[in-house]
């Protein structure tokens, strides 16, 4: 919508999808939850199922902009817009969510991790349409964590991580660690979670965990942040989330 | 008169529009409409130094909908070039502006052709197919780099970009300054603001030819100004141009003066001969409103051997885009800094200089608060660098080098005329009720445990309600003086008629109190109107916290005038001396207390049945008083700001956890509107310490023209601002004095807010001298003074 009122973009058709009703709703299926690309953060936010299986993305939502941009906005639009700092997106592959899309030649899924391949693009080609997200059930066993830091409540993220880690005392045991708003997707850091896997959370493993981030990380620059100043960021939620999980 | 305990004068009445508002009833100018209304789009410059080769309009008048591009030939036809002159600044260079750029641009969003369609989206689209050829020029946008002698001089025909310069000093300074026993020095830079009014600037022009009318509708804060301003540059009679300013949301000085823009749409409707609607959008106004601020300043403050403050010095470089703003100029803010840093405090010796330069970037304007924000971040930090010298408590060393009540009114080292202010009054209403000293002991704890806050206190003195002598030698047209005239209508009711004006402020309904008071009615009786250059009394108009100041006089002299004539017409009636009766609550009393008749009977008796009152008894009903501030230049108004800040230092964020603000507001009309003036320009000038800035590259292009990149501050940043007013009853024999607030909240929040946070960081050995002090550029001064210097 900015886009069009800006004048960035003047499309020659635009097409309303508000009233298909497949699109919406979320769904307590067997082996995972349904939700349809246009359901509103609303929606999710006041979901019992949400909140009890997909307890990442019911904790992500408070930090999504203001109450009057989720009573809008949508979690297809948020995926396929493919704000490098969003928080659906980076959830969802956290979460392992599957992406399923529809085309011409019928439907398609995608790992929520291989969906973002740029700033502001997505594996969804033009013709296709996002149709709903597939969330597998969150296991026991499991803390989550989400954090951010952004200039004033609400805005976009400076940089934020979204993640798991097992439930197992004082030692970091297989963490799953997604960062986003440093780079222009989000960005599964396999080289900080190689890091902490199986370690107790002393100093040095916290240092080293600061250190390998550099591997996982290629912040950008922009007027809100400096790239070397994102890395920072996200070196400090890093060590602050995953010390606040495990007192958890 | 009415005692003071039953007066409207002192009562937290709500705003009677308060509802209109809340409820989205407000009547803004786009809310307007005309027949045979067309709409505006403005082309404007993409670059901010360039020259304009050609312009193609054809494509464009091929578009649906696209009635007239305009062009500048076409706007010069109709209406004349303008310069900002101003008499107390002869020298300042101040190269002739157009309405619509002639060859060349001199910022970004400098308009360049009009495009006139049936719609605004008409016209949009249709300003997309206007061809035009540009040169690019290099831009100068620093202040440093414009201030040099080696970069280019930005407009033809100048050999220099400086627009002014200027030196306020005492003969000693030199000598003070070498004899003093220490001098401590900071270097500052003050980023660019905006002001940001919820409603943007809005104008609907409609020309009518039969009888030769300009009728204006605008959101803007000066209609009897304006009125004279679209009169001389379009060659009509200022009569037949009638400006109306309805509801307007947010002024802050944006809407002070005049813009090319909106010369330029008065122009159109000329042209056309039709009404034409413009509004900026939120993208325009990032590009168009006057900015403020931008100033670098190098400053000293010398203390002797005893650590008493000998001398301030400073030397500013105050970058204003490529004009002086028309029609009063920009400078005033590079002047408050110069003549009120250190005004609170005692000392001897004193310089400021001043430079004021041009560069490529849209205009400086007159921002709420104009310049004060700066001499008082100067002022109080390098107090609070002093007092760290002498290892004395901020707090202590204010009080002890306070001006005190006794030597005023005087003169300041800086020349300026100060008047009583409640200095220290202002500094322990403060001070004991953020009860700053236990804050102390608890900031002292948590540092044990790594945790940084720091407390913050500001002391600012403000100039507020310039009088007509200055608007006099500037030859300036511009009223010192304001107006009210009181109408009493059947069933009782005084209309009231303001030449101040509304913009948020509640200065309007003020003024009602005022009325209501002096008359001996309820404030529910007085209708105010304002804004409408031919309906209301000519004056002035709000800006520099005048409203409240000039409206109450203007509306007690008025109300007593009315108040005459009705004891009289009462005595009269009741053949009784008009002496022997009172008005109170709405009725008319005999000073016993004994009931007459309500003032609603006498009105009606002096409207409908004139055949009831003596043959000679010709009542007067309504009065008019106007009234300029002929004694004072300025009056000196002061208050002090406190912050408690907690500082991470991992991260540079800084969480204002608590701030307070105490005035000397003199008479107070209305504490809960008062109140919230101070509250809103608290959250403003704390926007400006920790948020706001307009960024641009080195070519001059903005780079944060959106609300999502500019950043305000929101309700989750802001804690509840605690006011500690400081306030003088009203005594009911005079006028009431009340001193405007209307820019004190903005005045001292940055200073607070800067010295909460060096004080914060003052253990890691950092300290910070800029604003907005953002979180990097905070982590960036505790990096440097972390790591072991080099070598
Ligand atoms: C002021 C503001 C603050 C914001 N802050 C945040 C924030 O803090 N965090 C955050 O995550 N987001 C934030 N957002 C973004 C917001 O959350 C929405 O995700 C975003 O605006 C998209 O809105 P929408 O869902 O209505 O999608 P739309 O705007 O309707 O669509 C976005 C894009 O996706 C395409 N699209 C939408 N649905 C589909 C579909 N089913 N299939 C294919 N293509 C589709 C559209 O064509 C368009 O290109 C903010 C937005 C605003 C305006």
Same mark, same amino acid.
């Given at each position: 919508?900015?886009?069009? +009122?800006?004048?960035?973009?003047?499309?020659?058709?635009?097409?309303?999808?508000?009233?298909?009703?497949?699109?919406?709703?979320?769904?307590?299926?067997?082996?995972?939850?349904?939700?349809?690309?246009?359901?509103?953060?609303?929606?999710?936010?006041?979901?019992?199922?949400?909140?009890?299986?997909?307890?990442?993305?019911?904790?992500?939502?408070?930090?999504?902009?203001?109450?009057?941009?989720? +009573?809008?906005?949508?979690?297809?639009?948020?995926?396929?817009?493919?704000?490098?700092?969003?928080?659906?997106?980076?959830?969802?592959?956290?979460?392992?969510?599957?992406?399923?899309?529809?085309?011409?030649?019928?439907?398609?899924?995608?790992?929520?991790?291989?969906?973002?391949?740029?700033?502001?693009?997505?594996?969804?080609?033009?013709?296709?349409?996002?149709?709903?997200?597939?969330?597998?059930?969150?296991?026991?066993?499991?803390?989550?964590?989400?954090?951010?830091?952004?200039?004033?409540? @609400?805005?976009?993220?400076?940089?934020?991580?979204? @993640?798991?880690?097992?439930?197992?005392?004082?030692?970091? +045991?297989?963490?799953?660690?997604?960062?986003?708003?440093?780079?222009?997707?989000?960005?599964?850091?396999?080289?900080?979670?190689?890091?902490?896997?199986?370690?107790?959370?002393?100093?040095?493993?916290?240092?080293?965990?600061?250190?390998?981030?550099?591997?996982?990380?290629?912040?950008?620059?922009?007027?809100?942040?400096?790239? +070397?100043?994102?890395?920072?960021?996200?070196?400090?939620?890093?060590?602050?989330?995953?010390?606040?999980?495990?007192?958890? | 008169?009415?005692?003071?305990?039953?007066?409207?004068?002192?009562?937290?009445?709500?705003?009677?529009?308060?509802?209109?508002?809340?409820?989205?009833?407000?009547?803004?100018?786009?809310?307007?409409?005309?027949?045979?209304?067309?709409?505006?789009?403005?082309?404007?410059?993409?670059?901010?130094?360039?020259?304009?080769?050609?312009?193609?309009? $054809?494509?464009?008048?091929?578009?649906?909908?696209?009635?007239?591009?305009?062009?500048?030939?076409?706007?010069?036809?109709?209406?004349?070039?303008?310069?900002?002159?101003?008499?107390?600044?002869?020298?300042?260079?101040?190269?002739?502006?157009?309405?619509?750029?002639?060859?060349?641009?001199?910022?970004?969003?400098?308009?360049?052709?009009?495009?006139?369609?049936?719609?605004?989206?008409?016209?949009?689209?249709?300003?997309?197919?206007?061809?035009?050829?540009?040169?690019?020029?290099?831009?100068?946008?620093?202040?440093?780099?414009?201030?040099?002698?080696?970069?280019?001089?930005?407009?033809?025909?100048?050999?220099?970009?400086?627009?002014?310069?200027?030196?306020?000093?005492?003969?000693?300074?030199?000598?003070?300054?070498?004899?003093?026993?220490?001098?401590?020095?900071?270097?500052?830079?003050?980023?660019? #603001?905006?002001?940001?009014?919820?409603?943007?600037?809005?104008?609907?022009?409609?020309?009518?030819?039969?009888?030769?009318?300009?009728?204006?509708?605008?959101?803007?804060?000066?209609?009897?100004?304006?009125?004279?301003?679209?009169?001389?540059?379009?060659?009509?009679?200022?009569?037949?141009?009638?400006?109306?300013?309805?509801?307007?949301?947010?002024?802050?000085?944006?809407?002070?003066?005049?813009?090319?823009?909106?010369?330029?749409?008065?122009?159109?409707?000329?042209?056309?001969?039709?009404?034409?609607?413009?509004?900026?959008?939120?993208?325009?106004?990032?590009?168009?409103?006057?900015?403020?601020?931008?100033?670098?300043?190098?400053?000293?403050?010398?203390?002797?051997?005893?650590?008493?403050?000998?001398?301030?010095?400073?030397?500013?470089?105050?970058?204003?885009?490529?004009?002086?703003?028309?029609?009063?100029?920009?400078?005033?803010?590079?002047?408050?800094?110069?003549?009120?840093?250190?005004?609170?405090?005692?000392?001897?010796?004193?310089?400021?200089?001043?430079?004021?330069?041009?560069?490529?970037?849209?205009?400086?304007?007159?921002?709420?608060?104009?310049?004060?924000?700066?001499?008082?971040?100067?002022?109080?930090?390098?107090?609070?660098?002093?007092?760290?010298?002498?290892?004395?408590?901020?707090?202590?060393?204010?009080?002890?080098?306070?001006?005190?009540?006794?030597?005023?009114?005087?003169?300041?080292?800086?020349?300026?005329?100060?008047?009583?202010?409640?200095?220290?009054?202002? #500094?322990?209403?403060?001070?004991? !009720?953020?009860?700053?000293?236990?804050?102390?002991?608890?900031?002292?704890?948590?540092?044990?445990?790594?945790?940084?806050?720091?407390?913050?206190?500001?002391?600012?003195?403000?100039? *507020?309600?310039?009088?007509?002598?200055?608007?006099?030698?500037?030859?300036?047209?511009?009223?010192?003086?304001?107006?009210?005239?009181?109408?009493?209508?059947?069933?009782?009711?005084?209309?009231?008629?303001?030449?101040?004006?509304?913009?948020?402020?509640?200065?309007?309904?003020?003024?009602?109190?005022?009325?209501?008071?002096?008359?001996?009615?309820?404030?529910?009786?007085?209708?105010?109107?304002?804004?409408?250059?031919?309906?209301?009394?000519?004056?002035?108009?709000?800006?520099?916290?005048?409203?409240?100041?000039?409206?109450?006089?203007?509306?007690?002299?008025?109300?007593?005038?009315?108040?005459? $004539?009705?004891?009289?017409?009462?005595?009269?009636?009741?053949?009784?001396?008009?002496? $022997?009766?009172?008005?109170?609550?709405?009725?008319?009393?005999?000073?016993?207390?004994?009931?007459?008749?309500? *003032?609603?009977?006498?009105?009606?008796?002096?409207?409908?049945?004139?055949?009831?009152?003596?043959?000679?008894?010709?009542?007067?009903?309504?009065?008019?008083?106007?009234?300029?501030?002929?004694?004072?230049?300025?009056?000196?108004?002061?208050?002090?700001?406190?912050?408690?800040?907690?500082?991470?230092?991992?991260?540079?964020?800084?969480?204002?956890?608590?701030?307070?603000?105490?005035?000397? $507001? !003199?008479?107070?009309?209305?504490?809960?509107?008062?109140?919230?003036?101070?509250?809103?320009?608290?959250?403003?000038?704390?926007?400006?310490?920790?948020?706001?800035?307009?960024?641009?590259?080195?070519?001059?292009?903005?780079?944060?023209?959106?609300?999502?990149?500019?950043?305000?501050?929101?309700?989750?940043?802001?804690?509840?601002?605690?006011?500690?007013?400081?306030?003088?009853?009203?005594?009911?024999?005079?006028?009431?004095?009340?001193?405007?607030? !209307?820019?004190?909240?903005?005045?001292?929040?940055?200073?607070?807010?800067?010295?909460?946070?060096?004080?914060?960081?003052?253990?890691?050995?950092?300290?910070?001298?800029?604003?907005?002090?953002?979180?990097?550029?905070?982590?960036?001064?505790?990096?440097?003074?972390?790591?072991?210097?080099? !070598?």
């Amino acid at each position: 919508m900015p886009m069009l +009122n800006m004048r960035v973009s003047s499309p020659a058709a635009l097409i309303d999808i508000n009233r298909i009703e497949t699109l919406r709703g979320i769904e307590d299926r067997p082996d995972c939850v349904r939700v349809g690309a246009m359901t509103r953060y609303v929606e999710l936010q006041e979901s019992a199922v949400i909140r009890a299986h997909v307890p990442l993305l019911a904790m992500a939502l408070p930090l999504v902009a203001h109450v009057a941009i989720r +009573n809008r906005g949508t979690i297809g639009g948020s995926l396929c817009l493919s704000d490098p700092a969003a928080e659906t997106p980076a959830c969802c592959v956290a979460a392992q969510a599957q992406i399923v899309l529809a085309g011409p030649s019928g439907c398609r899924t995608v790992a929520a991790e291989d969906f973002a391949i740029g700033l502001y693009e997505t594996e969804r080609q033009p013709d296709e349409i996002l149709v709903e997200v597939l969330f597998p059930k969150a296991v026991s066993g499991r803390i989550f964590f989400v954090d951010e830091f952004s200039r004033r409540k @609400g805005d976009f993220a400076i940089v934020g991580l979204a @993640g798991s880690i097992r439930d197992k005392g004082s030692t970091v +045991n297989d963490p799953r660690l997604v960062f986003f708003g440093s780079d222009n997707r989000p960005i599964l850091a396999h080289a900080a979670a190689a890091a902490i896997d199986g370690r107790p959370w002393s100093d040095a493993v916290r240092q080293a965990a600061s250190e390998s981030l550099d591997d996982d990380l290629d912040p950008m620059d922009s007027i809100h942040a400096s790239a +070397n100043y994102r890395r920072r960021l996200a070196k400090v939620l890093l060590s602050r989330v995953i010390t606040r999980a495990l007192a958890s | 008169m009415t005692s003071s305990a039953e007066s409207p004068i002192g009562a937290s009445l709500p705003r009677s529009r308060a509802a209109r508002f809340v409820t989205g009833k407000g009547r803004y100018t786009d809310d307007f409409t005309a027949p045979r209304m067309l709409f505006a789009a403005f082309i404007r410059s993409p670059y901010a130094h360039a020259r304009i080769l050609h312009i193609d309009a $054809s494509a464009a008048m091929e578009r649906p909908g696209a009635r007239r591009v305009l062009t500048a030939k076409d706007i010069a036809a109709v209406c004349k070039p303008y310069r900002a002159v101003n008499n107390i600044f002869p020298t300042m260079n101040s190269p002739l502006q157009h309405a619509v750029a002639i060859e060349k641009v001199h910022y970004q969003g400098e308009p360049v052709a009009i495009v006139i369609a049936d719609t605004r989206a008409q016209a949009e689209d249709a300003a997309e197919h206007v061809q035009i050829d540009w040169e690019p020029l290099p831009a100068v946008t620093d202040a440093e780099a414009a201030a040099s002698s080696k970069t280019p001089v930005i407009h033809e025909g100048f050999d220099t970009n400086l627009c002014f310069q200027t030196k306020i000093e005492t003969p000693d300074i030199d000598k003070c300054l070498q004899e003093a026993a220490a001098i401590i020095e900071e270097s500052f830079i003050f980023g660019r #603001h905006t002001g940001v009014p919820l409603e943007m600037r809005t104008i609907l022009a409609n020309y009518d030819a039969s009888d030769g009318i300009l009728t204006v509708t605008q959101s803007h804060q000066v209609p009897h100004e304006l009125q004279g301003i679209y009169a001389r540059q379009l060659g009509l009679a200022e009569s037949k141009v009638h400006v109306i300013c309805p509801d307007v949301g947010g002024a802050f000085g944006i809407k002070l003066q005049a813009y090319n823009d909106e010369i330029a749409i008065c122009a159109a409707a000329v042209i056309l001969q039709r009404p034409v609607k413009y509004q900026v959008d939120r993208l325009e106004a990032f590009i168009s409103d006057v900015q403020a601020r931008d100033h670098h300043v190098k400053a000293k403050i010398a203390l002797d051997a005893n650590n008493d403050i000998l001398a301030f010095a400073v030397e500013d470089i105050f970058a204003i885009g490529p004009y002086p703003q028309f029609p009063r100029s920009s400078l005033q803010e590079g002047f408050h800094v110069i003549q009120l840093t250190g005004a609170p405090y005692r000392f001897r010796d004193y310089r400021g200089v001043l430079q004021v330069v041009f560069q490529n970037k849209v205009n400086a304007g007159l921002y709420r608060a104009v310049g004060q924000p700066i001499s008082c971040a100067l002022t109080e930090r390098m107090i609070d660098m002093a007092a760290r010298h002498a290892g004395r408590d901020p707090i202590d060393f204010r009080r002890e080098h306070y001006r005190r009540e006794a030597e005023f009114p005087c003169k300041s080292p800086s020349n300026v005329a100060l008047t009583k202010m409640a200095l220290l009054q202002c #500094h322990d209403a403060v001070v004991d !009720g953020m009860q700053i000293r236990a804050l102390r002991k608890e900031q002292a704890a948590l540092r044990e445990r790594g945790i940084l806050r720091g407390i913050g206190i500001a002391t600012f003195v403000e100039l *507020v309600n310039p009088g007509p002598n200055y608007y006099t030698n500037a030859g300036l047209a511009v009223s010192a003086q304001d107006a009210c005239t009181l109408r009493l209508e059947p069933g009782g009711t005084v209309r009231c008629r303001v030449s101040l004006s509304e913009f948020g402020q509640g200065t309007d309904f003020s003024i009602g109190q005022v009325v209501a008071a002096t008359l001996g009615i309820t404030a529910s009786a007085v209708e105010v109107e304002c804004g409408d250059s031919w309906t209301a009394p000519f004056g002035g108009g709000s800006w520099a916290s005048r409203g409240i100041m000039m409206g109450s006089e203007a509306g007690w002299r008025a109300a007593r005038t009315l108040r005459e $004539s009705i004891l009289k017409t009462a005595g009269q009636l009741l053949q009784c001396p008009a002496e $022997s009766l009172d008005i109170r609550a709405g009725e008319i009393v005999e000073v016993s207390g004994r009931a007459r008749m309500s *003032v609603a009977e006498l009105a009606n008796i002096a409207h409908y049945r004139q055949g009831l009152l003596p043959k000679d008894c010709q009542p007067e009903l309504t009065a008019t008083s106007h009234y300029s501030p002929r004694d004072l230049d300025y009056v000196s108004s002061a208050g002090v700001q406190s912050s408690y800040v907690e500082v991470d230092a991992e991260t540079g964020f800084v969480r204002l956890l608590r701030h307070g603000v105490s005035h000397d $507001s !003199g008479n107070v009309i209305n504490p809960l509107l008062l109140a919230e003036q101070l509250r809103g320009g608290a959250v403003q000038g704390i926007g400006s310490a920790l948020y706001e800035e307009c960024l641009y590259d080195e070519d001059g292009q903005l780079l944060n023209g959106t609300l999502a990149d500019y950043l305000v501050p929101m309700a989750a940043e802001i804690p509840d601002i605690e006011i500690y007013d400081v306030a003088t009853p009203w005594q009911p024999t005079g006028a009431p004095k009340p001193k405007g607030v !209307g820019e004190a909240g903005v005045a001292g929040a940055s200073a607070a807010i800067l010295n909460a946070i060096n004080d914060a960081i003052y253990p890691l050995g950092a300290s910070i001298a800029q604003i907005p002090c953002t979180p990097e550029r905070l982590l960036d001064v505790i990096d440097r003074a972390r790591k072991p210097p080099a !070598g």
